[in-house]
């Protein structure tokens, strides 16, 4: 567990709202963000935060429990056409 929160934030550009995961380990804090930079398509914007309550515009925050259904939902992003 790691002392302080550190959620990893995805999105599309010029879009509301975001999901958003809390990593639960310092290894997911250090490597999630970089692994998902590397499949992130153009138009997606991937952002590392302590605090998502302070940074309302990225609201609404769709919390994902489980990193695996996270980065599959990045990879949904992914996919949806950036206008």
């Given amino acids: 567990m790691i002392d302080k929160s550190i959620y990893v934030i995805a999105k599309i550009f010029d879009q509301q709202g975001c999901i958003a995961y809390r990593c639960k380990t310092l290894n997911e804090a250090r490597c999630l963000p970089g692994t998902l930079e590397a499949l992130r398509a153009e138009g997606v ?5 302590d605090d998502p309550d302070i940074y309302s515009e990225y609201a609404p925050y769709e919390y994902i429990e489980d990193m695996k259904e996270f980065i599959d939902k990045v990879n949904m992003l992914n996919k949806i056409p950036v206008a």
Avoid: E, G, N, S
Wanted: charged share 0%; proline share 0%; glycine share 0%.
């Fill in 45 to 49: 914007q991937i952002v590392i935060l």
